[in-house]
């Protein structure tokens, strides 16, 4: 989201509220909206805090072009890189941006508010802008300054506004929204002088499309404080998720509360323990909780999973628990304390941590309330819900539900977003978080967050006993609404699951990504065959909405759009309505409501009378009481690139395309009580129940007849040798050879289900640097998701483990003994493991120093997938494990080869000189080796790969 002086700047707010919190403080503090005197939990106390001076001074070099979410490229590299460069007041580097194509060294000093902002006022951005636009305006800039430390120790070190950051030779995670909750990565530091690495980026989406575009970001360095008391346990008191209490009960069960293990092991304990720490040397796991009201009332508290909750030294983990409490006196302002009693796995010690008191928000019944819920992986999160006016539900019919999705940097509980949809008279409004405020654009992680909030109001927390019969919900009948990124959202479910929408509200949305911050300037792009580019492109491209637009044949759809919105152009908006009315063969089947004179986000973009009437219109059960789906049109399409993220439409479903990650359609013609298929790269597909099919007793197939109703047929249809004709298959076999939609990737999908960090018990090399990949692996998965995993050694990986979870498994064959074990098995052998330590696709053998691979492959029973993380030395490892994609529009395909001519993805740069095959250093898209999707019996196929 862009802040401009048209709407209402959210992301600018949240910056400028980080900024005076941070300018209250006399020193850097930690990124706690509340401060640290507030962390009263007896844990962490303030005046035990030793806090380092950051660097007044940078050395910085910039600004240098920088796509959209690019990895891997670096103008420096083919120079030496930037570590290598010393600063100098006569060098100068090339760079498109600048008048006369270079640019030198500066000296940028730390604001006051400890936040570094530099911006480029001399630079003609305007000009550039005319023709290139936005995409002229993102860039990159250098960092380097030096900072001493006085005391050894451990130490909790935090960015935000940077994608990632480097204290000497390791690189951390940053902050990069600049969300609230706690980001921190934990590091030893030895006495002396450390230096610190940023590569800044302005990415339009984040900082605005302000001129001159300004970078800024934020850090902290503090001594963790590990002592007797807190058994080197941090607690982050505003991470936690707590209940509310409608009149005198809780809501909904579900809580969290996070800490940190900061009891990491320092280099000079490491050699004693070195055997030990194969044995969990420092973990800590949580085996039981108890919690106790202001008033002394024993609540009753489990922890409400079912394995171990175990965290790994460094590691952040928001412990899910479930209360339950009886009646709350509405005279008592209710707060709670909550013990976790620990266990430390290597000498056996037991121990309890007093957390709170934590209050409850009580709410009035027909206010919008909180329920909280166990997402997917075991994390607790909230969704907001406000009820109907009237009862909406007899014995027929049930209650529709108005999905809500909130903009990116907005938190779903602020009022002004729950304010923006009306109470309606027989829908529910649900308002879900998509796990954090800019979420994953609501697919993936976020996508799912909406399913398990939609089954958390099926239960109805909250509902008084008298109202639960008239209040239930059908969570497959909903009107998708949202605004800026949530309108997104809601044009993303319309395209994706129309079969499950009354209709759609989209509000200032864009259409994909790659629209909204152009990714053709990509520096990549300069060295990258077109073929290539086109199979990164197809990791992203099952998001283009207007490639999925035909999906949404049929549908009611209102967009509504300020004219002057220069944040979210009408542009998208107005070509989505075109393509919509396109396909419906209608000029006019959609409308855009377009406002004059209004931007982004104004009084009423959601919820005026002309949006209101809308919705009513289409949640009108006088007129049908059913709520029946919007009738489907002569002929409709249903297209996809994933049918992992492509539901049914007119109740058909894809299962297989011939060619996976390329346009697969279904073109669907209905002649009378007849539907005529006809596919295009579609090798399997199925029906599912849907009123519409109601009265057909023959359909065909790309010419082959089936003489019977839809709803009595088979499990699915195929067609496995394209030049056959289609088959009923009656049996789901084929789930047990094939991919289907739960394995068929691309690697982020291994995200989208529980999974844990495989990493080896005992590694023939790199211990500490696998530790630190599943640290880090863990604490972007809390920071872009507030979610739940766990670390577990390869031995304790059992069948039903491989089965349940995905995987992230951490080394080679020689490291690993999971994949030793796979590899044995012949369950990676679209990978072959080289004995010197490469690896082979086909025939391509991948074996130089720097070499890393990161892939995709499936469970021993093929249900779910491992993603696989090796390389042939240390960086090779690294630049493996910083592509796994924890943001939305990162390129990563199935598998991905990378070496020397690829930047360090976290950073950017390489600390090398790049490889002396590579010429131009490292090149982005254009440094990758190899890239592509398996096909549908997970082998190479040059149909979807690409080998260089
Ligand atoms: C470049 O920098 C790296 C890491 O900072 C260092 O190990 C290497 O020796 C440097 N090489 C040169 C040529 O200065
Ligand atoms: C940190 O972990 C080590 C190893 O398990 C343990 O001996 C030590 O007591 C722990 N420190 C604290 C403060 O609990
Ligand atoms: C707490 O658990 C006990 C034992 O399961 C049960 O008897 C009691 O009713 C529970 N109390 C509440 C408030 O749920
Ligand atoms: C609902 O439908 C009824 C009957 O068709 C109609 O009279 C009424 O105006 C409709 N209400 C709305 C809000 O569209
Ligand atoms: C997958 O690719 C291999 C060639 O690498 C080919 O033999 C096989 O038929 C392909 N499978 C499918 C289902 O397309």
Redesign the pocket.
């Given at each position: 989201m862009k802040p401009t002086n048209g709407g209402l700047q959210w992301l600018g707010l949240l910056i400028l509220i980080a900024s005076i919190q941070a300018s209250q403080a006399s020193s850097l503090v930690l990124n706690d909206p509340a401060g640290l005197e507030e962390l009263n939990s007896g844990i962490l106390r303030k005046s035990t805090l030793h806090a380092v001076a950051f660097p007044d001074v940078w050395e910085s070099l910039g600004p240098f072009p920088h796509g959209s979410r690019e990895l891997g490229n670096d103008p420096l590299s083919a120079y030496?890189?930037f570590?290598?460069l010393s600063f100098s007041s006569t060098d100068r580097y090339p760079s498109e941006l600048a008048d006369g194509g270079f640019v030198r060294w500066r000296h940028v000093e730390t604001g006051p508010d400890q936040t570094v902002r530099l911006s480029y006022p001399q630079i003609r951005w305007e000009f550039n802008q005319r023709p290139f636009g936005w995409a002229a305006l993102q860039h990159a800039s250098y960092f380097r300054g030096k900072f001493n430390v006085h005391e050894e120790g451990i130490y909790l070190v935090e960015f935000s506004g940077v994608v990632s950051f480097k204290i000497d030779?390791r690189a951390f995670t940053g902050n990069v929204y600049g969300y609230t909750h706690a980001s921190h990565s934990i590091v030893y530091l030895s006495k002396g002088e450390h230096i610190l690495y940023v590569y800044a980026v302005i990415d339009v989406r984040i900082s605005g499309g302000t001129i001159p575009p300004e970078l800024r970001f934020r850090g902290s360095l503090k001594k963790a404080e590990i002592n007797q008391e807190n058994h080197g346990l941090i607690h982050f008191e505003n991470d936690a998720v707590i209940p509310e209490v409608m009149g005198t009960e809780l809501i909904s069960p579900f809580a969290s509360v996070a800490i940190m293990n900061a009891n990491i092991t320092t280099p000079a304990e490491r050699p004693l323990t070195r055997q030990q720490s194969r044995d969990m040397t420092g973990w800590v796991q949580v085996t039981s909780v108890h919690a106790t009201l202001s008033d002394g009332t024993e609540v009753n508290a489990t922890l409400p999973v079912h394995f171990s909750i175990k965290i790994a030294p460094g590691q952040i983990m928001a412990v899910p628990l479930n209360l339950s409490i009886g009646a709350i006196p509405p005279d008592l302002a209710p707060s709670m304390r909550i013990e976790l009693d620990c266990i430390r796995l290597d000498d056996n010690e037991r121990f309890s941590l007093l957390l709170g008191p934590f209050t409850f928000h009580r709410r009035q019944w027909s206010d919008v309330y909180k329920i909280t819920f166990l997402d997917y992986d075991f994390s607790v999160h909230y969704a907001m819900a406000r009820p109907p006016k009237k009862a909406c539900a007899d014995r027929q019919t049930k209650c529709p539900i108005v999905l809500a999705l909130h903009g990116a940097g907005v938190e779903a509980s602020s009022e002004f977003w729950t304010n923006a949809y009306r109470q309606q008279e027989n829908a529910w409004v649900l308002y879900p978080t998509g796990r954090t405020p800019w979420g994953f654009d609501w697919h993936g992680p976020s996508f799912r967050n909406i399913e398990y909030a939609l089954d958390a109001l099926h239960l109805l927390p909250g509902v008084p006993a008298e109202k639960q019969k008239s209040l239930a919900i059908n969570r497959n009948k909903l009107i998708y609404a949202g605004h800026s990124n949530g309108a997104q959202g809601a044009w993303w479910l319309a395209s994706h699951f129309p079969d499950k929408a009354l209709a759609a509200v989209p509000a200032s949305g864009y259409m994909k990504i790659q629209f909204y911050a152009p990714y053709f300037m990509r520096v990549g792009d300069s060295y990258a065959d077109p073929l290539l580019r086109g199979i990164l492109d197809a990791s992203i491209a099952e998001h283009d909405i207007d490639l999925y637009a035909a999906n949404m044949g049929g549908l009611p759809v209102l967009a509504r759009h300020g004219a002057l919105d220069d944040n979210v152009p009408p542009l998208h908006s107005r070509r989505l309505i075109r393509l919509g009315n396109e396909w419906n063969r209608n000029p006019i089947s959609w409308d855009l409501s377009e406002i004059p004179a209004q931007g982004h986000w104004f009084e009423g973009v959601a919820n005026d009378n002309t949006m209101q009437e809308f919705i009513d219109k289409h949640l009108n059960i006088t007129a049908d009481p059913e709520l029946s789906p919007p009738p489907l049109p002569e002929a409709f399409s249903l297209n996809t690139l994933n049918p992992a993220s492509t539901g049914s439409k007119g109740g058909i479903r894809i299962l297989q395309l011939e060619v996976p990650f390329r346009l697969g359609t279904i073109r669907v013609h209905r002649v009378q009580n007849q539907w005529h298929l006809n596919t295009s790269n579609i090798r399997r597909f199925g029906f599912v129940r849907d009123p519409r099919q109601e009265g057909i007793e023959s359909w065909s197939v790309d010419g082959t007849d089936f003489n019977k109703p839809p709803s009595v047929s088979g499990p699915s249809y195929a067609r496995l040798d394209p030049d056959s004709s289609w088959k009923e298959e009656n049996d789901l076999l084929w789930i047990s050879q094939e991919r289907h939609p739960s394995t068929y990737g691309p690697i982020s999908s291994a995200l989208n289900h529980p999974f844990i960090i495989v990493v080896p018990s005992n590694p023939a090399q790199n211990e500490d640097l696998y530790r630190e990949a599943a640290q880090h692996i863990a604490l972007s998965w809390y920071i872009y998701s507030r979610g739940v995993t766990q670390i577990v050694r390869d031995i304790d990986v059992l069948d039903g483990i491989a089965a349940r979870y995905n995987l992230i498994v951490l080394g080679g064959p020689a490291d690993n003994a999971y994949t030793r074990r796979r590899e044995n098995e012949g369950g990676a052998n679209m990978v072959k493991f080289r004995p010197a330590g490469g690896f082979q696709i086909d025939k391509r053998k991948y074996e130089s120093p720097g070499t890393g691979i990161i892939f995709l492959a499936p469970s021993p029973i093929r249900t779910r997938v491992a993603v696989f993380i090796a390389g042939t030395d240390k960086d090779g490892i690294l630049r493996a494990a910083w592509s796994l994609p924890f943001r939305t529009g990162l390129q990563i395909p199935d598998y991905l080869v990378v070496g020397d001519e690829y930047g360090d993805p976290h950073t950017g740069w390489t600390?090398?000189?790049g490889a002396p095959f590579g010429g131009a250093g490292t090149k982005g898209a254009g440094g990758v080796l190899a890239a592509g999707y398996w096909n549908n019996t997970w082998d190479w196929d040059p149909r979807c790969g690409y080998l260089k």
């Open positions: 030496g890189g570590e290598n030779n600390a090398r000189d």
